[in-house]
């Protein structure tokens, strides 16, 4: 049983998924939507090409992590600006 490139990486997506359910950091949430951006692609393309790939995983994962950072942030991590916090350094 040969598998194909986009199969293997929507398998590493599905893992980066899991792993993300364990950590709740949202970093491999967004590494699991990047491996399925370049499962996609592989797809399309048909085949691997490792500099394609790398820079498709790598511009997806960084957009993902930037605006799910963004989107999801707790009230807890915003600041309060009428007041001083003994913590803030």
Request: no cysteine; aromatic share 14%; proline share 0%.
């Given at each position: 049983?040969?598998?194909?490139?986009?199969?293997i990486?929507?398998?590493?997506?599905?893992?980066?998924?899991?792993?993300?359910?364990?950590?709740?950091?949202?970093?491999?949430?967004?590494?699991?939507?990047a491996?399925?951006?370049?499962?996609?692609?592989?797809?399309l393309?048909?085949?691997?090409?490792?500099?394609?790939?790398?820079?498709?995983?790598?511009?997806?994962?960084?957009?993902?992590?930037?605006?799910?950072?963004k989107?999801?942030?707790?009230?807890?991590?915003?600041?309060?600006?009428?007041?001083?916090?003994?913590?803030?350094?």
């Amino acid at each position: 049983m040969n598998m194909e490139f986009y199969q293997i990486t929507i398998i590493v997506g599905i893992s980066f998924i899991i792993i993300e359910m364990f950590t709740l950091t949202y970093i491999f949430l967004g590494m699991g939507i990047a491996s399925f951006a370049v499962a996609l692609v592989q797809y399309l393309f048909d085949g691997l090409s490792f500099n394609r790939d790398l820079m498709i995983f790598t511009i997806v994962s960084a957009i993902v992590i930037l605006a799910s950072r963004k989107i999801l942030k707790r009230k807890s991590d915003q600041s309060i600006s009428g007041e001083e916090d003994v913590n803030q350094y």
